[in-house]
């Protein structure tokens, strides 16, 4: 502004003096009087001037000089010039304004050498401002340059500190969304941070639906009660899920209006989509993403404001949009993670409650085995072997039919105590058989003597027809077959309380006969000739019905769901499927049974041999036999009711009888070398050290096969000879110890014995 008023002043001047000397203005009229120019007044003003002007041209090299001296400017010499310049100058004027009144020859000397000295001055600073000059342009371009490099770093700096500001953003809003596991969590925090930092209008978050057919909206910042949804095939959301970048979408979208909130009105809109990963979209540790899920982040800037979205915002979400599917994806193998812990846990729970169920019921098992066996099955084993000893005894024809029947009664009572604790043991629901060679007709005579009993106990009649044609010795569980008939009995005997006649027929089944019944649809009698099929009947012909009426013994086959479902029936019916037969019954029409019909195949044997005939037969008696006359029998049992019975049944057979308590006293009476013990009764099951163990321990230390050992046991196991066999065990008595059973037993195994040596 100065400079440029200075320049006008100038060329003014210039102008009127050029202008004076041209217009024809009146030439001076310095010798007027009376004009206020005079010669006087002029040069004084002249003089003033040139006083002034050296005053001036002084003042300026002292401030020249002081700035030289407080810094350090280029070009120095050339300021010096300047300054030389500058000091002539003032002189010149300072000696022209003595001129102007008388002055002296001395006093125009020096004006003159000191414009002399001014024009040589000012020659040569003219001389060096043309070389200086271009040093100057040179200076100026460089200090151009210099700016523009300082405009470009700047602008680069500008760059780093925004981008510095964007990973600060970044970097806070990645620790706020890690913060939780939570799913729903992350993306509610990733909205509100998102928001604050970007000073978002709304911002939502959008994911496909089950059946991937459309886009509901999930998440969103200014949260709605209701929610929308927008179809999965919509041009915007196919084009943000087939890109990785940020894409910007017009207000009229339908994302966009869907997202702006309860404003209705949407600023500019950007989108970016978001990988769902789960467990399942990873397979050896790399994320499958043709299965891969997206979610759809849309952010809405504020309406009524001149922003757009800028390359640093739109950095920012894409970064943020990363995290987010990382932490949803971290999240989600998490919750998968603590969802199968949490299985395992309940399943280990499971386990531990099952292991502590199985221990109390193993505790309640043992407990019931050890009050079965305590309170029932020794108590009766003991009654076994007194009546079987009181059998053999001179009796009376009634006397003996009561002592056979309450010798076969037991021996029922004993199997089934047997059959509960064996049950008990194995846990499998399996009945062992025993098949061996017996009489067929004794033992439906017994059947028939004890159901004659009930009958008559109960009110009802009895009649028995037996087919005479039918064979003796059969191969079979004789035990089972019992027990089995003597439950159809007491089963129809249970239901029926309105008196009657109960029938019992035994025939064999030919291959004509009762071809039609239901028994023969499940069960096919083999066609070998060494095989017989017994048909057993038993019903019940009340006072309107005769007998073996269609309706009583040869109706039709029925299974009663009234009957049929009860346990005994259930536990009756798989016996005798394991004996390859069958059996069924006939209701009444109140749904009780009135007859049922059993079903067996059994082996013929053309003739067997016994040592002792069977229970109501004429036999021998068991003392007469010299061969157990003074044997010299150890008996080992720990328990005392046992060991005396034992103990005289086997006085009965004429044994000599030295009865132990325990394995220990055993292995001490057998001891020493002269020991005359021939026989040793040895019961399996004993406390502290069991049978097993000691027959262990005598085979170790005395030679030879004596004495002979015989194992008492009540256990059923089907590899029970096996072990006996290999701890040197000669034979085996089952409980309960009877006197035809222990004497048959002890013959055996000393024919054995003298057939070796």
């Given at each position: 502004?100065?400079?440029?008023?200075?320049?006008g002043?100038?060329?003014?001047s210039?102008?009127?003096?050029?202008?004076?000397?041209?217009?024809?203005?009146?030439?001076?009229?310095?010798?007027?009087?009376?004009?206020?120019?005079?010669?006087?007044?002029?040069?004084?003003?002249?003089?003033?001037?040139?006083?002034?002007?050296?005053?001036?041209?002084?003042?300026?090299?002292i401030?020249?000089?002081?700035?030289?001296?407080?810094?350090?400017?280029?070009?120095?010499?050339?300021?010096?010039?300047?300054?030389?310049?500058?000091?002539?100058?003032?002189?010149?004027?300072?000696?022209?304004?003595?001129?102007?009144?008388p002055?002296?020859?001395?006093?125009?000397?020096?004006?003159?050498?000191?414009?002399?000295?001014?024009?040589?001055?000012?020659?040569?600073?003219?001389?060096?401002l043309?070389?200086?000059?271009?040093?100057?342009?040179?200076?100026?371009?460089?200090?151009?340059?210099?700016k523009?490099?300082?405009?470009?770093?700047?602008?680069?700096?500008?760059?780093?500190?925004?981008?510095?500001?964007?990973?600060?953003?970044?970097?806070?809003l990645?620790?706020?969304?890690?913060?939780?596991?939570?799913?729903?969590?992350?993306?509610?925090?990733?909205?509100?941070?998102?928001?604050?930092?970007?000073?978002?209008?709304?911002?939502?978050?959008?994911?496909?639906?089950?059946?991937?057919?459309?886009?509901?909206?999930?998440?969103?910042?200014?949260?709605r009660?209701?929610?929308?949804?927008?179809?999965?095939n919509?041009?915007?959301?196919?084009?943000?899920?087939?890109?990785?970048?940020v894409?910007?979408?017009?207000p009229?979208?339908?994302?966009?209006?869907?997202?702006?909130?309860?404003s209705?009105?949407?600023?500019?809109v950007?989108?970016?989509?978001?990988?769902m990963?789960?467990?399942?979209?990873?397979?050896?540790?790399?994320?499958?993403?043709?299965?891969?899920?997206?979610?759809i982040?849309?952010?809405?800037?504020?309406?009524?404001?001149?922003?757009?979205?800028?390359?640093q915002?739109?950095?920012?979400?894409?970064?943020?949009?990363?995290?987010?599917?990382?932490?949803?994806?971290?999240?989600?193998?998490?919750?998968?993670?603590?969802?199968?812990?949490?299985?395992l846990?309940?399943?280990?729970?499971?386990?531990?409650?099952?292991?502590?169920?199985?221990?109390?019921?193993?505790?309640?098992?043992?407990?019931?085995?050890?009050?079965?066996?305590?309170?029932?099955?020794?108590?009766?084993?003991?009654?076994l072997?007194?009546l079987?000893?009181?059998?053999?005894d001179?009796?009376?024809?009634?006397?003996?039919?009561?002592?056979?029947?309450?010798?076969?009664?037991?021996?029922?009572?004993?199997?089934?105590?047997?059959?509960?604790?064996?049950?008990?043991?194995?846990?499998?629901?399996?009945?062992?058989?025993?098949?061996?060679?017996?009489?067929?007709?004794?033992m439906?005579?017994?059947?028939?003597?004890?159901?004659?009993c009930?009958?008559?106990?109960?009110?009802?009649?009895?009649?028995?027809?037996v087919?005479?044609?039918?064979?003796?010795?059969?191969?079979?569980?004789?035990?089972?077959?019992?027990?089995?008939?003597?439950?159809m009995?007491?089963?129809?005997?249970q239901?029926?309380?309105?008196?009657?006649?109960?029938?019992?027929?035994?025939?064999?089944?030919?291959?004509?006969?009762?071809?039609?019944?239901?028994?023969?649809?499940?069960?096919?009698?083999?066609?070998?000739?060494?095989?017989?099929?017994?048909?057993?009947?038993?019903?019940?012909?009340?006072?309107?019905?005769?007998?073996?009426?269609?309706?009583?013994?040869?109706?039709?086959?029925?299974?009663?769901?009234?009957?049929?479902?009860?346990?005994?029936?259930?536990?009756?019916?798989r016996?005798?499927?394991?004996?390859q037969g069958?059996?069924?019954l006939?209701?009444?029409?109140?749904?009780y049974?009135?007859?049922?019909?059993?079903?067996?195949?059994?082996?013929?044997?053309?003739?067997?041999?016994?040592?002792?005939?069977?229970?109501?037969?004429?036999?021998?008696?068991?003392?007469?036999?010299?061969?157990?006359?003074?044997?010299?029998?150890?008996?080992?049992?720990?328990?005392?009711?046992?060991?005396?019975?034992?103990?005289?049944?086997?006085?009965?057979?004429?044994?000599?009888?030295?009865?132990v308590?325990?394995?220990?006293?055993?292995?001490?009476?057998?001891?020493p070398?002269?020991?005359s013990?021939?026989?040793?009764?040895?019961?399996?099951?004993?406390?502290?050290?069991?049978?097993?163990?000691?027959?262990?321990?005598?085979?170790?230390?005395?030679?030879?096969?004596?004495?002979?050992?015989?194992?008492?046991?009540?256990s059923?196991?089907?590899?029970?000879?096996d072990?006996?066999?290999q701890?040197?065990?000669?034979?085996?008595i089952?409980?309960?110890?009877l006197?035809?059973?222990?004497?048959?037993?002890?013959?055996?195994?000393l024919?054995?014995?003298?057939?070796?040596?």
């Open positions: 502004m100065l400079k440029a008023v200075a320049s002043l100038l060329i003014t210039v102008l009127i003096c050029v202008s004076a000397n041209d217009n024809g203005f009146p030439r001076c009229n310095c010798d007027d009087e009376a004009s206020f120019w005079t010669i006087e007044s002029i040069l004084e003003c002249q003089r003033v001037g040139d006083f002034l002007i050296a005053v001036a041209y002084f003042s300026i090299p401030e020249l000089l002081y700035f030289i001296s407080c810094s350090n400017v280029p070009f120095k010499w050339v300021l010096i010039q300047f300054i030389a310049f500058i000091v002539l100058c003032g002189l010149t004027h300072l000696l022209n304004g003595w001129t102007y009144g002055h002296t020859f001395q006093l125009m000397v020096a004006l003159t050498v000191s414009k002399i000295l001014t024009a040589l001055v000012s020659c040569a600073t003219a001389i060096t043309i070389t200086l000059i271009p040093l100057l342009l040179k200076v100026k371009v460089r200090e151009f340059m210099l523009k490099k300082t405009w470009d770093l700047g602008r680069e700096f500008d760059n780093i500190m925004r981008q510095r500001e964007a990973a600060v953003h970044v970097r806070m990645t620790q706020e969304i890690r913060k939780s596991l939570d799913r729903h969590t992350i993306l509610y925090t990733t909205l509100v941070e998102l928001s604050k930092t970007l000073s978002l209008q709304n911002c939502a978050v959008w994911m496909p639906n089950v059946d991937k057919t459309e886009m509901n909206l999930t998440h969103e910042l200014n949260g009660n209701f929610n929308l949804s927008i179809p999965i919509d041009p915007d959301v196919v084009r943000i899920k087939g890109s990785d970048r894409n910007i979408l017009s009229d979208s339908a994302l966009a209006v869907g997202s702006s909130g309860a209705g009105e949407a600023g500019p950007a989108a970016i989509r978001m990988p990963l789960r467990v399942c979209n990873f397979k050896g540790g790399t994320p499958e993403l043709r299965q891969t899920c997206y979610a982040l849309v952010l809405i800037l504020p309406t009524g404001e001149p922003r757009s979205w800028s390359n915002e739109l950095e920012i979400i894409k970064v943020v949009a990363d995290q987010v599917a990382v932490a949803l994806s971290h999240a989600a193998i998490l919750e998968e993670s603590q969802l199968m812990r949490e299985k846990e309940e399943q280990n729970r499971a386990l531990q409650q099952a292991k502590r169920n199985a221990m109390m019921a193993s505790q309640a098992r043992n407990a019931f085995q050890r009050v079965m066996s305590d309170g029932m099955r020794r108590p009766m084993h003991s009654i072997g007194l079987s000893m009181i059998q053999d001179n009796l009376k024809n009634e006397q003996k039919l009561i002592v056979d029947a309450m010798l076969r009664t037991s021996n029922v009572l004993s199997n089934l105590i047997n059959d509960a604790m064996d049950n008990s043991t194995k846990d499998d629901g399996r009945f062992p058989l025993e098949i061996r060679s017996f009489g067929l007709h004794s439906l005579k017994e059947a028939a003597c004890l159901s004659k009930m009958c008559v106990y109960g009110g009802f009649g009895f009649m028995v027809e087919e005479k044609s039918l064979p003796d010795n059969v191969m079979g569980d004789e035990r089972r077959v019992f027990q089995v008939i003597l439950h009995v007491g089963n129809l005997l239901h029926n309380h309105g008196g009657g006649i109960l029938v019992f027929r035994v025939f064999a089944e030919t291959g004509s006969q009762g071809r039609s019944d239901k028994g023969w649809t499940a069960w096919r009698p083999s066609s070998s000739s060494g095989d017989v099929n017994i048909r057993f009947e038993v019903g019940i012909n009340s006072s309107d019905s005769e007998v073996g009426s269609s309706s009583g013994l040869g109706g039709r086959n029925y299974n009663s769901d009234r009957v049929g479902g009860r346990l005994s029936f259930n536990i009756c019916k016996v005798v499927q394991l004996m069958n059996i069924w006939v209701p009444c029409a109140h749904g049974p009135q007859s049922m019909t059993l079903l067996l195949r059994f082996q013929l044997r053309p003739s067997i041999t016994i040592a002792i005939s069977e229970p109501g037969e004429g036999s021998e008696r068991t003392d007469s036999n010299s061969m157990l006359r003074s044997l010299q029998v150890l008996l080992v049992d720990n328990d005392d009711v046992n060991r005396a019975v034992t103990q005289k049944l086997l006085q009965k057979l004429g044994c000599v009888v030295t009865p308590t325990s394995g220990f006293e055993c292995l001490t009476v057998i001891g070398a002269g020991s013990i021939q026989v040793i009764l040895l019961d399996l099951h004993m406390p502290d050290l069991d049978g097993f163990e000691v027959a262990t321990r005598i085979r170790k230390f005395r030679s030879g096969n004596r004495p002979m050992i015989v194992a008492l046991t009540a059923a196991e089907e590899d029970l000879w072990r006996c066999m701890v040197g065990i000669n034979g085996v089952r409980k309960p110890v006197l035809q059973g222990i004497a048959s037993e002890l013959r055996r195994i024919m054995q014995g003298n057939n070796i040596l």
